[in-house]
Every structure is written in structure tokens, then in C-alpha cells.
């Protein structure tokens, strides 16, 4: 019976040491969470309406014959005319760029459907691009040009596609004023919950979304429209600040 005072001081004294480590333990948690750093996430926006300075437009010529010297010939009378309708059209002939003549052989099929080695006709083909800064001459000149076919130019027009020159000035303006418009959203979050906004942990720059005038479409890896005279341009930054 002499070992049970021992047996309970025993059993004391490891209660003792127990509460003693759930003390400590608990403290710690306590310092942990109040230095735990606390901070408030946002996403800051900027947009702007832009329009495009610089138009770049490309059109094609071809020409067919079973000679390959008339077939030179119409084609060489069909630049012509063209150039003719540019320069009507207020268009500078430095502005225009003429490539080379390109020349395809068409074979005549025979019966069974192989290729003989007559010749059915030649096919020249040869492209104008015009580059200009008078985005809307640009605009009217290549939806005007398919006129010419009435006068037997068999002449195609590509689409246009439109610039903005000054882009990457506008992108960096663009950033600041996303910044500044999530420190505002990240204020007023500070202010509604009784903290004070600190200092700045961290920003990620988002992608740019240039698209025509009032699309809702963008894209995660950005988008760089060129089909639009008037564009719109947003900006999207991801800020986090501290608090304290």
C-alpha cells in the first residue's frame, strides 16, 4: 500500500507537465496569429477608345491566256488601270509596293483525267499593298477597287487591317491607371472592414484586350484586333497590399 502515494504523485506530476505544454502550446498559437500578415487581394482596371492611325491593304491581279505574251499584256494594262484608280482615289504612288509577276502553267486533263502536257493556259497574278496613314481613304479605296472588274480587271480586295501606332505608350499609361484604380478598390475593402491599407506585396500585370468598339470578346491570352478602325483597349493589373 506504500506505492500509492507514489503512484498518485506520479500521476500529478505528469498532469502538471501536460498542462504546462498546452500552455505553451496554446501561447504559441496566439503569437502566430497575431503576426500572421494579413493582406487584401484586388484587380485593378483601365480602358480606353482608340483609333487606329495606319492602314495597311492589299489587293491581287491575275490575268489568263493560252499565250503567255497576251496574258503579260493584260495583266501589265490591268496594273495600270489600277494604279490609274489609286492615284484618282487621292493615293500617293510611294505608298503603293508592286510585286513581281507570278506565272502557273495549267496542264489540259485528258480523258481518263491525267494531265497531258498541252498547254491549256497561263495564269499571271501579281499583288499591290498600300500602307498609309488615311485609315479611312484606305477603308473606302478597298471596298471601291472591285469596280474595276466592270472594265474586265479581274482584280481582288483583301480586308484591311488597322493599327495604332502609339500602342506601347498608351499600354504604360494604361498600367498606372489600373494600378490606381486597384489601391482605390483595395481602400475602400480596407475601410469597410476598420483596417488601414499598408504597404504593397505584390502586382501581376494581366494581358491587354485591344478589340473593335464595344465587343464584350476577349481572350486569356489577349487579343490584338486589326480588322477595326475604331478599337477599344483594357488593361487588367492584380494587386495585393497589406494591411494594417
Known amino acids: 500500500m506504500a506505492d500509492a502515494p507514489d503512484r498518485r504523485s506520479a500521476a500529478v506530476l505528469i498532469l502538471v507537465v501536460g498542462l504546462f505544454a498546452i500552455a505553451l502550446y496554446a501561447g ?26 495606319f492602314a495597311i491593304w492589299t489587293g491581287s491581279l491575275t490575268a489568263r491566256s493560252r499565250e503567255m505574251p497576251r496574258a503579260y499584256e493584260k495583266i501589265e494594262a490591268d496594273l495600270a488601270r489600277m494604279l ?4 484618282e482615289a487621292g493615293i500617293a504612288r510611294e505608298q503603293i509596293s508592286v510585286s513581281p509577276v507570278s506565272i502557273q502553267t495549267r496542264f489540259r486533263q485528258g480523258e481518263q483525267g491525267y494531265f497531258t ?3 491549256e493556259l497561263y495564269e499571271l497574278g501579281q499583288t499591290l499593298t498600300l500602307s498609309s ?3 479611312a481613304r484606305v477603308e473606302t479605296v478597298s471596298k471601291e477597287v472591285t469596280g474595276l472588274i466592270r472594265d474586265g480587271v479581274e482584280v481582288a480586295s483583301f480586308a484591311p487591317s488597322f493599327y495604332y501606332t502609339a500602342l506601347d505608350d498608351l499600354k504604360i499609361e494604361m498600367l498606372g491607371a489600373a494600378s490606381a484604380d486597384a489601391r482605390l478598390r483595395a481602400g475602400e475593402i480596407a475601410d469597410k472592414t476598420g483596417a488601414m491599407l499598408g504597404k504593397l506585396a505584390w502586382a501581376t500585370q494581366g494581358v491587354f484586350q485591344i478589340t473593335p468598339a464595344h465587343s464584350t470578346e476577349i481572350s486569356g491570352e489577349g487579343m490584338y ?10 488593361a487588367v493589373v492584380t494587386v495585393s497590399f497589406g494591411l494594417d
Open 84 to 87: 490609274a484608280f489609286l492615284g
Open 28 to 53: 504559441s498559437v496566439v503569437r502566430d496569429v497575431r503576426g500572421a500578415s494579413r493582406t487584401v487581394t484586388v484587380k485593378g482596371f483601365a480602358q480606353r477608345p482608340i483609333r487606329s492611325d
Open 133 to 135: 496613314k488615311d485609315v
Open 117 to 119: 502536257n498541252e498547254v
Open 225 to 234: 484586333d486589326t480588322s477595326s478602325i475604331e478599337k477599344t483597349v483594357r
